[in-house]
């Protein structure tokens, strides 16, 4: 599963770790977050990320 | 004027003891502030942040009084936001070239509001710059407050360097935290936390837990406002990991605004029922229109619980409301009760649009609230003394 990131503030989101503070498990894909998911260090939208590439 | 803090570390910032309003004129600061910049002279010498940007020439003529400008080997710059940043394109001028330390995400910021190609050298967490006999070691604080913002460790003096981590708009000469009013030191250090802060209280619990972990003596905390922390440094980290988790006190705080002084004898009526069903509680009472707003945020702050109140006027609430219930929302006050009420005359709209705001800002809303109808009368003043009793015990 594809990793993405935060154009705001560079968090990445992996989808092998979810988001344990924002109630997401482990094995998420990005696509599958909910519409309402906000990144877990800046709290900006879901149409704020972009694909990371490693 | 610089300041000695000790053998290799100069303050070379500037107070400025005018300063009423910031950040535009969205932050009240009745105590002026200080921006604070330091100079670190090892073998190599180190300017760590600015001034803001109507100081830059005066902050450029104090700092070639203390020092020939091209001996400044590296400038590290700790946060781009203009007040720390400022005075970099007359330095920069000055002394082009310089490489500037940064994170990846302030080369962003100082790119974006200053649009020059300085020498910039990216860092992240856990790399080191050596100035000879001590190293600057970085510490990436994303949120804290901006995505670009990071913390500078000096080995050997033991000193942290937090930016804007544990400041405070607060102007002194005494320049030192065991030197000053401690009720006005922590009035604005908790101002600055209830105001900028409040938002990323989760990473301030993480940034600070990450940071303990790494066992550093810690002698002096030099935050980029106000005084420096040398007496007991922690305290400051301490009282941040608590006012991090969802911080209150047993204190009730009104927050209402009023035309003909009805909401006003609701809410004075209201917090009388309060008083009768708990004596210990703390209960303080604001007009939004009338007092300060980024008072009147540390309040809530402060608080397990807030009423907040207006009439309705063309089917909504006074714009000092309007305004409050943006500025919570954006804050993100957690784990703190509400309730709406309101005086009105005919539609009656202000309660619910109140107590929508408080949901929304993520306030526990335990009431559908109260309003009544034109002036209170005696009945109607029972009736707020008792819907009072009942907030009280909800908050209990």
């Known amino acids: 599963m594809k990793k993405w990131i935060c154009t705001a503030c560079d968090h990445i989101y992996d989808p092998a770790a979810g988001d344990a503070d924002g109630g997401i498990a482990p094995g998420t894909a990005f696509e599958d977050l909910p519409d309402d998911w906000v990144c877990p260090v800046c709290g900006v939208g879901k149409d704020m990320f972009e694909e990371y590439n490693d | ?396």
């Open chain 2, 1 to 396: 004027m610089a300041i000695k803090l000790n053998n290799s570390v100069r303050w070379v910032g500037k107070i400025d003891w005018e300063l009423r309003r910031f950040h535009g004129e969205e932050l009240s600061t009745h105590h002026g502030s200080s921006y604070n910049s330091y100079l670190v002279q090892d073998q190599k010498t180190v300017l760590i942040d600015t001034v803001w940007g109507p100081f830059a020439q005066e902050f450029v003529n104090d700092l070639k009084r203390e020092i020939d400008l091209h001996q400044i080997d590296y400038i590290v710059a700790n946060h781009g936001e203009p007040d720390h940043s400022g005075a970099l394109p007359l330095l920069m001028h000055e002394i082009p070239g310089t490489p500037i330390y940064c994170t990846a995400n302030a080369v962003k910021s100082l790119k974006g509001q200053y649009h020059a190609d300085w020498n910039f050298k990216v860092v992240k967490t856990g790399e080191r710059l050596s100035l000879g006999t001590k190293d600057l070691i970085f510490i990436e604080a994303p949120m804290l407050h901006w995505p670009d913002t990071m913390f500078s460790y000096l080995t050997e003096d033991n000193i942290l360097f937090s930016n804007d981590g544990f400041g405070q708009h607060y102007a002194s000469h005494q320049m030192f935290n065991d030197l000053v009013n401690q009720e006005e030191l922590y009035y604005e250090a908790m101002k600055y936390y209830a105001n900028i802060l409040t938002p990323f209280s989760k990473m301030v619990t993480k940034k600070i837990a990450e940071i303990l972990a790494l066992n550093l003596p810690l002698e002096m905390i030099c935050p980029s406002h106000g005084i420096i922390w040398r007496q007991n440094p922690l305290q400051i980290v301490e009282r941040y990991q608590k006012w991090a988790q969802d911080y209150q006190e047993n204190q009730i705080t009104f927050v209402y605004d009023t035309m003909w002084n009805s909401t006003r004898r609701m809410a004075e009526a209201i917090a009388e029922g309060i008083k009768q069903a708990d004596r210990q509680v703390e209960v303080k009472l604001f007009n939004s229109a009338r007092a300060d707003k980024n008072d009147i945020l540390t309040e809530v702050f402060r608080s397990k619980a807030v009423l907040v109140g207006s009439p309705t006027v063309n089917k909504g609430v006074l714009s000092s409301i309007g305004s409050f219930l943006e500025e919570i929302k954006g804050l993100s006050f957690k784990n703190k009760k509400a309730a709406a009420f309101g005086a009105y005359g005919w539609s009656g709209e202000s309660m619910a649009t109140i107590s929508k705001g408080l949901s929304e800002a993520g306030f526990n809303v335990v009431s559908d609230g109260l309003r009544l109808l034109w002036n209170p009368d005696a009945e109607s003043l029972a009736r707020c003394a008792d819907f009072g009793k009942e907030f009280a015990a909800s908050c209990l």
